[in-house]
Structure formats: structure tokens, C-alpha cells
């Protein structure tokens, strides 16, 4: 399956990634030959085959509902690139 | 022997009997590193003249020994940034797990974080934003990566022993470049929690060490259970140390065909191929073994992968933490911060994987990677039907120069062939130095187990360690 | 041309946990912004997920409760999205393999009993809360992580009062669980409808409208009300629709089309690889569909088979969990072996003082014993029906017994035939044209007469003797 610039582009939206247009010109080639070079899995016949999603055999791993001790707001915000009083802040949504 | 050249068990051993204080310890470190470290580039933000605080306790098991920890994983209040811009002083308010069991053994965190490739990106620790680091052995050549930054700080004496994280063959590969011990358990033996992912499914936290012994013990400290984490597996975990110094008679290895292929390198098949002599002459019965799927490895990875990837990496945004791009734009802002915080591969393997998942190609990419993986898994099942491990080169060849494959990712990604394979199927293996290259470069031995049997990776691995010198020939800086 | 509607509503439900869905914040609303939240739930670098016990527990009961099937299998996966109140730019969702599937909701239209499909119901994690101001947003992650129930109706629903209807019924049937606040208001329950107009007798469904930001059951009724109308106009006039979404702006009560540049939705849905499977055993849904209380249908039919309440009685009384429990007592308490008595006096008089003060029935603050007492004042006809009300509504307010109310009113009717017999001949007396009426056919002058001794006797007068004695004067004479 090939991949063209336009699906690199939309992809790159999806990822919320800028590319610049030489950018782009360069990854769509280098994944053209990345996904040309894993297209090769498509000889084999997985008709029959389970996905192993997990790799272990482990499941119903559950945590009981007890309270443990939550962040102090200013510890939660301390790392933050902008906030307002105890609020993290981003630049307005546009749709 | 400056105090820094010897192995923590060593050091342990010293501290017991008080033939050493710790702060003496600490002195020849800091000492190597002022020494050194402009060479080598191990730690990421290291500054010249930096004694970077470290004031430990002379406590506990450890003793306060230093352990050298790899910039993915969370240490509180220690900027922990994955050697990438989007994360530019970041620091947790929390320990990983891992830190956490090291801190009660007594062991001290080395406050100077190990490099690597952003994110865990690469197999030459090139990837870094704080430059690459480079390999103790030749320092034009690259240290393997992504644990690159603590494979080299071991290998160079700038560490007592180190943490790395494997996802496709980040310890032992660094480990066989530069020419160290490096273990990826099995997945769910070690904690994730506190590991910055790159790949769910297949990270797993490891040692890297001066010898066999020291990797064991580390081993030990950071294994077991995490309620925290819920691909962690409630099994106990044995004394690592108890499978030291048994004979291997009788042990049987399986040699893989499909890992003595074309591209390999003739040294490095040489070397490997002696090692193998070694083993038999230890006791060791050897035994031609298949593993069909192998050359679907890597592109089963870089799928997997790089959609985990895709939707880990989906909460660097710029909101709760690290670097945002100016924008009064929310769309904008993400997609600027995005695209100036990460590095060019990181890019890649995002949009690799965004678009494995998306609409239309799920079932042609994802999914149908899964259902070989299975298959992957299944071949290694097959094989420890029969044989107790299995035994193979940990790269195809020995370090490559800086900038050589960096060019070119898809020649980058075929580094590592024969490393993936074991996070793909979720076994522990190890890689041990094995011999040198005419060029003096140090190359790796292999040795895989099934699912929780590290005793014995331990056992064939101390016994060939204990019966060469590879591991005491030391890189001249 | 005559449209049908069809509706389908997706139902989120909080469930009623003490702490979050996979970290351990106690979910306490009303406190300071970002105060209730930690590591795991905002999203930071190598956290990990791990699902609440309680919060499944809770999920299999209400699955159970509609009836759904609980699948053996079930697993959680991403749903990636980029917004600010999503920490982790994904959502921790289901998406094929559901927590439970083909379920039903039996619901009262009209005088009919509906059955509604539940198509499936699944685990999820809440969003945090966003507040616009002007240039920027705020984002608030206390909320972000609360346990989630995706209820997903069949487009079974064929008009805007059935949508009501469903959410009643639904609402109700979840308090009986006890497993959610489901207050609209507060948003611990949420719903979105998706609604479409199909000619009469049509197979093919119409283009959708999905509806959001409803903030109340009234207001989903109203939005479909709106909907409906504005889509049969579109039809009628032969105009072309066009899937999407729309906002219901209560203030103005118009749907409102968010337009979004987006084009479709990708959501890159995958298994979570830091969560594991569920395999959910035969005989943890068996125990715990042992443990469920009594839903509503089924004490309907028991309080009609016990008690022998008409249909109709008894779905009153079990409308609400509470006043359930409230009727029931009563009607335990009441010695008679007529039961319907006092079940007409719960949705009679007891209803009506409810009412007039606001609250609900089971917050009726009266005393059983007393109430009682007060049914067997009537019931021997020591007080009239009219009293027993003034009575009833003395006793909430003042906290009095009964008889002292009636006592000091001096309420007891007059059933002393000799007495009555004076009065009723003084009002014969005075009404000579009522009398000359009745005698020539006129029957309801008896009304009349009887209603003077009433008022002369100032309401103790016992009505049905006055009746009987008046009537035998007048025809005897
Ligand atoms: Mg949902
Ligand atoms: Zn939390």
C-alpha cells in the first residue's frame, strides 16, 4: 500500500504535527519506503491467527476503591506552561 | 583499580568490611565524569564543575551507592525530560516504582540523568536533544542506543551500574556496543510505573552493569509486583544471585538459523561463534533451532510501536507541562508545540503510527501486525519446548560511526533485528560482552529464556562471564 | 406526508464510586479546581491506569438490572482525540468489545407497555471541565477520570414524550441500584440524542441529527420537540439533510448546527496495552445478579399480588425507590385486610400534603401509628373524610396524635340517630321548597338538604346517615 503527501498531511493533522512543506516532501518518501518495507507481512496468511494484543496471559487486574492522597493544587500546577489561579490555561478553541 | 572502576558488588563488599567510605566512591565518580564526560556525553544537562548535590545516605542494603538512571524514568522533583524539547524541565512529583524499591535498598539516585534518544527513538542514542553520546570504545562511533547515555556511563566507569529501558533492544544493544551487561526482563517483572512509554506493550525497565553478578542484583532490587501497574505480574521473584556461579552441563541452547544471515557481520559471526564453542565446552548442548517469523520482526515492530507510540506521545501538548509554542490558537498551539518540541524521528514514528490505527488501514497495518506477532510468540514457545535458552548475536554488528545511518531510518531500523524478536514475544534476555573487533570494538552475546526464567539467563550467563575476561578489558579514554 | 421519528439516546452516568476510575482521587465535587487529582488522572508522563473494582462491580449490576448480556470478554481501549480536558489526548473507552450488550428498558406509553433496546453498555472515563473566558480556556481535572456507563438505546423511541419517558424510567431503575447520583443538573447523568424523520411505512432510517447540551430530562424533550419539527419542515419542503451535530440552546429553545471543519472523526480506536483483559465468570455475574435489589417492575407486581393494588396504584408507588419503601411500610403497619385502603390514602391525601409542601412522599414527616389510627377514625365513621384530611395535615405540622386533634376540634361526627333526627326536622322546616321539590322528582334537592344539616351540625353530621334519615322522612311521609 503506498502512502501519499496528501494522506502524510491529514495523518499529520490527526498527530496535531505542523509540517513544513520540504518536511513533508521528505517524510512522505521516507514512509513510502518504510511502509513498502512493511508491506511484506502481507505474504503471510493470518486468517486463522489471533492478535496477540496482550502478550500475557494476566487478567482482571482490579484496584479496590480506596482514597489515596490527591496532588495539592500547586504541586498539580507546578509544571504547568500557563495557568490562572488554580487553572491551567490554553489559548482559546477554535473550531 | 580506582574505586570507580569496580562493580557495585564489589564496592558493596568494601563498604561492609570498611575498607572504603562512600564518599570516596562518590569523589572517584566525580572525578571520572569531570574527567571524561566531555568525551563522552553520557548524562544529559551535564554542566562542567557540577557535583550536581548528591548528598546520600549510608543506609541500607545499597549502602547509598549511586545508580545511574536513564532520562524516561520519573524521578520526583529531578527533571526527567526523555532527552527531548517537549519535555524541557519537567519535573515529576513522583517516583517511578523502580526508584522507589532502589531508595528503599538503600541505593541513592546519581542526580545527573543518563542520555538517549528522544523518547527512546533510536538505536544510537543520536536522537537526543542534548546531542549525541558517544561510545567509550571509539568515541567517533555511536554507544547503540536508545540506552546509549547509561551504556556508556557503565562502560566508561562515570557509573557505578545504570537503569536503562528496552523496547526493542535499548539495553542490550548499547550493552553490546559498548561492551557491558544489559538485561531486558520478561514484560510484567519489572514496574512500569514511572517509565515514560514509548511502547506499552514492550517497554520494560533493565539493568546495565559491569559484570554479570552486579546485573543480577539490580536485577532482584527492582523486580516484583506493582499494584500500580497492571501489566506487572504477581509472581515472586527469586534471588538472582543463588544462580551465580552453577555449572551449565547439560544446558541446552538452541542457535537460531535466521540470526546467522547475510548483513551480518563476519567478525561479529566469528566472535559469536567462539562464544558459542565456549559454552559447549562448558557443559552446554547445542542444538539448531528455528525461528520461521523472524524477518517479520521488525516490521511487525515498527507498527506496533510506533501506534503505541503515537497515542502515548498524544498527551505532550503543552497543556499540563512541558514546552508550548506561542499560539492564541488551541489547534495551532498544539500543532506548533508539536512539531518544534519533537525531533525529527520522534515525528516520524508519531505519524507512522497515527497512521497505522487510522480509518482504513487498522486492519492492513495494526491489526494484521498483532496476528503476526502471535506468531512470533509462537516460534519462541516451540523452540523452549525443547531447548532452556536460546542463543544468538545481540547485533548484527559491532558500533556504527555517528551520523552513519542517520540518514537513512529504515537502515537504522534494521539494527535492531535481532533484538526485537524478545520484546515481541515478552521474554527476558541479556546481552554480555563476548570479544572484540580487530578495531577494538566490543560485540555482544545474546542469550534468551522463556517468560520469568532470568535464573536462567543469570546461570549460562555468569558461567561464560566467569570463564573469559571480555568484561575486565576496560576502554582507554 | 405523514414521518415517523425515530430516536436513539446515548445515555453517560457517573457511576457513584468513592474514588476515580484508575487512580485513586476521591471524587468529591465542589472544591477547589484541581485539588482532587494526582499523577494518573492528569495525564502525566509514566503513569499507569488501574480500574476500580467497585466501578465494575457497579457496572455488571446495572448491565444486569436492563437485562443486557455481560460478556465473557471484555477489554478497554483509547479513543484518541486531542481536546484540553482530555489529559491524555485519549479517552480510556470500550469500543468492540463492550462490557455488556442487547439489554431492554420496558417503559409506560401511554396506557402501553413499551420495550425499549439497550444496545450496549460500557466503562469509560469522564473528561475534565472547561471555562470559556474570552482569549482562553481553563481547565479544571478534578472531574477528569470519573468512572463512566455508556448506555446506548436502540432507535426504538418513536416520539420526544417516549424519550422522556425513557430517561424516567431509566433514572428510576438506577436509583433502585443505588449506583449513581443521576442528577441531569449536576451532570452525573448526561444525554445525547440522536434523532431522524422516515416517511410512514419506510424501512431505511433518515439522516441523522445528533443532539447535545441538554442539561435536563425537559430539555431532552424539548430539543427532540424542536428537532422534529424542524426536520419535518426540511422534508416537507423537499430540502436535503445533512448528518451533524447541533447544540439545544435552552434560553432560546432552538438546535443550533456546531458546524466543524474537522470533516469526519478518526478516533484511532486500539486496545489499551496498560490495561488488561476481563474475563468475566459465569458465576460473578450469577452472585451478583443474586444480590440485585428489587427493581421496580418486579415490586409493582409483588405490591399488586400481595396487596392487591390495581396496576395503576402500584406503579405510583414504586415510581420512586424511596417512596416505595415509605408506601410499603405503611401498608405492612396497616392491620386492615383491605390493603388498597391505604394505599388510596398514600396517593390521596398523603400525596396532596406532600405536594403542598414540596417534598416528596417519603419525607413526609408523620407518624405511622398515628396515620393509622387516624384511617380507623374514618373507617368507623367517627370522623368524616372531609375532617380526617384537616386532621392529617395538623398532625405533620404539629407532630399530635390523632385522637387529641380531633378531640380538641371536637371533630367526632354525630351518629346519635335522635340528635341527627332534631336537626334534620329543623331543616325540613326551613326549606319547605326544597322538600316540595324532591317529593315532585327532583332528587338532587336531597343534596341540597343534606348539605344544610352538614352545616348546621358544623360538619359532624355523620353524611350517609343524614342521607338515609332525610330520605325516609320524605318518602315515608
Ligand atoms: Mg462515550
Ligand atoms: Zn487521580
Redesign the pocket.
Known amino acids: 500500500m503506498a502512502i501519499d503527501k496528501k494522506t502524510v498531511e491529514q495523518v499529520a493533522h490527526l498527530a496535531r504535527i505542523e509540517l513544513q512543506p520540504a518536511e513533508l516532501e521528505k517524510l512522505s518518501l521516507q514512509l513510502h519506503d518504510i511502509l513498502g518495507f512493511i508491506d511484506k507481512l502481507s505474504v503471510l496468511d493470518t486468517a486463522q491467527v489471533k492478535p496477540a494484543s496482550h502478550i500475557l496471559p494476566i487478567s482482571n487486574v482490579l484496584r479496590e476503591d480506596k482514597p489515596h492522597i490527591c496532588l495539592t493544587p500547586d504541586k498539580a500546577l507546578e509544571n504547568a506552561p500557563s495557568k490562572n489561579g488554580n487553572f491551567f490555561s490554553v489559548p482559546k478553541i477554535i473550531e | 583499580m580506582e574505586l570507580n572502576q569496580l562493580t557495585a558488588h564489589e564496592l558493596l563488599d568494601k563498604l561492609k568490611n570498611r575498607q572504603v567510605i562512600l564518599k570516596s566512591i562518590l569523589d572517584a565518580l566525580y572525578a571520572r565524569i569531570q574527567a571524561v564526560e566531555p568525551k563522552v556525553k553520557a548524562y544529559a544537562r551535564f554542566k562542567p564543575n557540577d557535583d550536581a548535590g548528591l548528598n546520600p545516605q549510608a543506609n541500607g542494603f545499597l549502602g547509598g551507592l549511586p545508580i545511574t538512571i536513564k532520562d524516561n524514568i520519573c524521578t520526583e522533583g529531578l527533571n526527567t525530560e526523555c532527552c527531548s524539547k517537549i519535555l524541557c524541565n519537567f519535573r515529576p512529583p513522583y517516583d517511578a516504582t523502580v526508584i522507589n524499591k532502589l531508595k528503599s535498598s538503600g541505593g541513592s539516585i546519581f542526580p545527573l540523568k543518563a542520555n538517549m534518544d528522544e523518547f527512546a527513538f533510536g538505536s544510537s542514542t543520536e536522537n537526543s536533544c542534548f546531542g549525541p553520546t558517544h561510545n567509550p570504545w571509539n568515541l567517533e562511533c555511536v554507544p547503540g542506543g536508545s540506552s546509549g547515555g547509561s551504556a556508556a556511563a557503565v562502560a566508561s566507569d562515570e557509573a557505578v551500574w545504570a537503569l536503562g529501558s528496552d523496547t526493542g533492544g535499548s539495553i542490550r544493544q548499547p550493552a553490546s556496543f559498548c561492551g557491558v551487561v544489559g538485561l531486558k526482563p520478561t514484560y510484567g517483572r519489572v514496574s512500569r510505573f514511572g517509565l515514560i512509554a514509548f511502547a506499552s506493550s514492550l517497554d520494560q525497565i533493565g539493568p546495565i552493569t559491569k559484570d554479570v553478578e552486579d546485573a543480577a542484583i539490580l536485577t532482584r532490587i527492582i523486580s516484583g509486583y506493582d499494584p500500580s501497574d497492571s501489566t506487572s505480574v504477581n509472581q515472586c521473584v527469586p534471588d538472582y544471585t543463588d544462580s551465580l556461579g552453577k555449572d551449565i552441563k547439560g544446558v541446552r541452547i538452541g542457535i537460531p538459523g535466521e540470526y546467522f544471515i547475510e548483513g551480518m557481520d563476519a567478525e561479529v559471526k566469528l566472535i559469536i561463534e567462539e562464544a558459542v564453542n565456549k559454552l559447549k565446552s562448558l557443559g552446554a548442548v547445542s542444538g539448531r533451532v528455528s525461528l520461521p517469523h523472524t524477518q517479520y520482526a521488525v516490521p511487525v515492530y515498527y507498527i506496533v510501536a510506533t501506534a503505541e507510540a503515537s497515542s502515548n506521545l498524544a498527551r505532550f501538548d503543552g497543556v499540563q507541562y512541558g514546552y508550548r509554542a506561542k499560539s492564541d490558537n488551541l489547534i495551532e498551539m498544539y500543532k506548533k508545540t508539536r512539531a518544534q518540541g519533537f525531533g525529527e524521528e520522534a515525528k516520524r514514528r508519531i505519524i507512522l503510527g497515527t497512521f497505522a490505527l487510522s480509518h482504513g488501514y487498522y486492519d492492513a497495518y495494526y491489526l494484521r501486525a498483532l496476528k503476526v506477532r502471535t506468531l512470533i510468540k509462537n516460534d519462541f514457545d516451540a523452540v523452549f519446548n525443547d531447548f532452556d535458552c536460546i542463543v544468538a548475536p545481540t547485533s548484527p554488528t559491532p558500533a556504527f560511526r555517528i551520523g552513519e545511518k542517520a540518514a537513512d531510518p529504515l537502515q537504522m531500523y534494521l539494527s535492531d533485528i535481532y533484538t526485537i524478536s524478545v520484546n515481541l514475544a515478552g521474554i527476558p534476555a541479556i546481552s554480555i560482552p563476548c570479544g572484540f573487533t580487530k578495531n577494538g570494538l566490543p560485540v555482544g552475546l545474546q542469550i534468551m529464556a522463556k517468560p520469568f526464567n532470568e535464573e536462567m539467563l543469570f546461570r549460562l550467563a555468569h558461567a561464560f562471564e566467569q570463564n573469559t575476561q571480555w568484561h575486565k578489558i576496560k576502554p582507554r579514554l | 406526508m405523514k414521518y415517523q421519528t425515530v430516536i436513539g439516546l446515548?445515555v453517560?452516568l457517573q457511576l457513584k464510586t468513592k474514588t476515580k476510575a484508575f487512580c485513586g482521587c476521591a471524587i468529591d465535587f465542589g472544591q477547589t479546581p484541581n485539588s482532587g487529582v494526582c499523577p494518573v488522572c492528569l495525564g502525566f508522563p509514566g503513569t499507569l491506569p488501574v480500574y476500580n473494582k467497585q466501578a465494575l462491580g457497579f457496572a455488571i449490576k446495572l448491565a444486569l438490572a436492563f437485562s443486557c448480556q455481560i460478556q465473557e470478554h471484555t477489554k478497554f481501549d483509547r479513543?484518541n482525540y486531542f481536546y484540553p480536558d482530555l489529559p491524555k489526548n485519549y479517552?480510556i473507552?470500550q469500543f468492540d468489545l463492550p462490557l455488556s450488550r442487547n439489554g431492554y428498558l420496558d417503559i409506560l406509553s401511554g396506557d402501553k407497555i413499551k420495550r425499549i433496546g439497550i444496545t450496549r453498555v460500557?466503562l469509560?472515563e469522564d473528561a475534565g471541565k472547561l471555562i470559556h473566558e474570552s482569549n482562553s480556556s481553563l481547565v479544571d481535572f478534578n472531574r477528569a477520570g470519573v468512572p463512566?456507563l455508556?448506555i446506548v438505546s436502540e432507535p426504538d423511541l418513536n416520539s420526544p414524550q417516549e424519550a422522556f419517558d425513557y430517561l424516567t424510567n431509566l433514572k428510576n431503575i438506577i436509583e433502585y441500584l443505588d449506583v449513581s447520583d443521576c442528577d441531569m443538573e449536576k451532570g452525573s447523568l448526561r444525554c445525547d440524542a440522536n434523532i431522524s424523520l422516515r416517511p410512514e411505512g419506510a424501512k431505511e432510517l433518515g439522516v441523522k441529527a445528533e443532539l447535545k447540551n441538554m442539561n435536563s430530562f425537559k430539555g431532552v424533550k424539548d430539543a427532540l420537540t424542536f428537532e422534529v419539527s424542524r426536520q419535518t419542515g426540511l422534508l416537507e419542503s423537499g430540502q436535503t439533510m445533512s448528518q451533524e451535530t447541533r447544540l439545544w440552546d435552552t434560553d432560546k429553545g432552538v438546535t443550533v448546527s456546531m458546524r466543524n471543519k474537522e470533516g469526519a472523526k478518526d478516533y484511532r480506536y486500539f486496545p489499551d496495552p496498560d490495561l488488561t483483559v476481563f474475563i468475566i465468570e459465569q458465576a460473578m455475574v450469577s452472585l451478583i445478579k443474586s444480590q440485585l435489589p428489587e427493581l421496580p417492575q418486579d415490586k409493582m407486581r409483588r405490591f399488586m399480588q400481595d396487596y392487591g393494588l390495581s396496576e395503576y396504584d402500584a406503579k405510583i408507588l414504586v415510581s420512586s425507590k424511596k417512596n416505595a419503601q415509605f408506601a410499603e411500610e405503611c401498608i405492612r403497619k396497616y392491620p386492615g385486610t383491605d390493603k388498597k385502603n391505604m394505599a388510596n390514602w398514600l396517593i390521596g391525601p398523603l400525596a396532596s400534603e406532600a405536594n403542598c409542601r414540596k417534598i416528596d412522599l417519603h419525607e413526609l414527616n408523620v407518624n405511622k401509628d398515628e396515620l393509622i389510627s387516624l384511617i380507623n377514625f374514618v373507617e368507623n365513621q367517627s370522623i368524616s373524610h372531609l375532617s380526617a384530611k384537616l386532621v392529617l395535615a395538623q398532625m405533620i405540622d404539629s407532630q399530635k396524635p390523632a385522637a387529641v386533634i380531633i378531640r380538641e376540634n371536637n371533630m367526632l361526627q354525630i351518629s346519635d340517630t335522635a340528635e341527627l333526627e332534631e336537626i334534620i326536622s329543623g331543616v325540613i322546616r326551613e326549606n319547605e321548597k326544597s322538600v316540595n321539590s324532591f317529593k315532585s322528582g327532583k332528587t338532587n334537592a336531597l343534596m341540597f338538604l343534606v348539605g344544610q344539616v352538614m352545616k348546621k351540625s358544623a360538619g359532624k353530621a355523620n353524611p350517609k346517615m343524614v342521607g338515609e334519615l332525610i330520605m325516609r322522612r320524605l318518602t315515608d311521609a
Open positions: 446515548e453517560h479513543k479517552q473507552s460500557h469509560e463512566l455508556e
